[in-house]
């Protein structure tokens, strides 16, 4: 059963997270950080991958992003290491 806490919490999390993008934030986004990924932080994907080459990820290899906000660079990381 989800307590009152917990549907609380998860509420204020939607609201501050939400997807509020548009043509106009796309293309800074797209600028500014180097791709669309719904990002809300200042993580470049470049900074992205050096973290990516520091940590030596590999396909298979957990990743802890601890405290992420909307997680892009570890959802982006999770598609960059993989081989295809």
Do not use: C, H
Not at 21 to 49: F, H, K, L, P
Not at 51 to 71: F, K, M, T, V
């Amino acid at each position: 059963m989800v307590t009152r806490k917990e549907r609380e919490t998860e509420q204020r999390f939607t609201a501050r997270y939400r997807d509020q993008s548009n043509d106009i934030t796309e293309q800074i986004e797209r600028i500014v950080i180097g791709g669309i990924w719904g990002a809300n932080g200042y993580t470049t994907i470049r900074q992205a991958d050096d973290l990516a080459e520091a940590l030596d990820l590999r396909p298979g290899q957990p990743l802890l992003d601890i405290g992420p906000g909307r997680g892009w660079p570890g959802l982006y990381l999770a598609v960059s290491t993989v081989p295809g």
